[in-house]
């Protein structure tokens, strides 16, 4: 119900390709508990194949808009996004997920801690098909988006799942567009060295689809590479620092998944010895992949989205 005090809310979504999947996640955010009045959807298209889909999906919801942003990456369309947001509140997701239908709601509870600067809320992952799951929904399944692991190591989210105040944003600035990932990372690094507070929330859930096939991987292991390589690899940096983090990175992807291949064995929801099997030599693909980007770009070559 709608008090006098709610906060206006903005919802930033980025989309790139994902038209038909954005409708699912516009059709979740209709169904919020939190008055429609209070909150705006902005969907930013990031050159897109066909922006047509884009805008028939948010033309069929009233308090959502579409913008464009011609340059490449989803913190490029986030940064548009928040030069059109009313809102005092920032909630981040992506099109290709499906928010709670308290998800807002539990959100803002969240935010109203004192002296908070970011909820990083859970993703919940799901198989298309969960009696037959591929290997690599087994490996996404075990890797991906691990919200409180980030949060506490990195100090950070991503933003598939994330609000923060519209001042907390003034102050520590927007993202860093030269990054086509761990943009979030790098930007909650911010948020806590300006003395926030930082929440994960295990109540505010968006549910997001496992990927799939290899294609799918391989796209993604490139950005995730790309993105650390550029954040930790700055052409600023002196010469053999830069060589030393190459190295450190390098030597991230080559050591042997001892710990992973223990968690994979060990972890009780994989119920058949077969995906356990699988979901563990998928990451010797992953590994190979992001080695081998890292290689390409420190001889040369330029990060893209993956």
Request: net charge neutral; with cysteine; aromatic share 12%.
């Amino acid at each position: 119900m709608e008090k006098k005090e709610d906060p206006f809310v903005s919802v930033i979504i980025p989309v790139f390709n994902d038209g038909e999947r954005l409708k699912l996640c516009l059709a979740a955010l209709a169904q919020q508990t939190y008055a429609r009045s209070h909150f705006e959807v902005i969907v930013i298209d990031n050159g897109s194949d066909h922006p047509e889909l884009t805008q028939n999906a948010v033309e069929a919801h009233e308090n959502a808009t579409l913008a464009f942003e011609a340059v490449p990456g989803s913190y490029a369309a986030r940064n548009r996004g928040l030069e059109l947001a009313r809102g005092e509140v920032i909630a981040f997701t992506d099109a290709d997920c499906i928010p709670a239908p308290d998800w807002i709601e539990r959100g803002l509870d969240q935010l109203q801690t004192p002296n908070c600067g970011q909820v990083v809320g859970k993703v919940k992952l799901f198989f298309a098909d969960s009696q037959h799951p591929t290997a690599v929904e087994l490996y996404e399944s075990l890797t991906a988006f691990p919200q409180e692991r980030l949060l506490r190591e990195f100090h950070g989210g991503a933003t598939a799942n994330v609000l923060t105040w519209r001042h907390v944003i003034d102050r520590v600035g927007n993202f860093n567009t030269r990054l086509k990932s761990n943009g979030d990372l790098e930007w909650g690094n911010r948020v806590f060295e300006a003395g926030y507070n930082q929440i994960y929330a295990v109540d505010v859930q968006v549910s997001h689809p496992t990927r799939r096939s290899f294609e799918e991987l391989h796209k993604r292991s490139v950005r995730l590479a790309g993105g650390v390589f550029d954040r930790f690899i700055k052409p600023s940096d002196p010469f053999i620092q830069r060589q030393k983090m190459f190295a450190r990175l390098l030597l991230d992807d080559l050591t042997p998944p001892v710990h992973f291949f223990l968690k994979t064995f060990r972890n009780p929801e994989l119920k058949h010895w077969q995906h356990k099997f699988k979901g563990f030599l998928v990451i010797f693909y992953v590994r190979y992949i992001s080695a081998g980007e890292k290689i390409r770009l420190k001889f040369g070559g330029t990060s893209d989205r993956g």
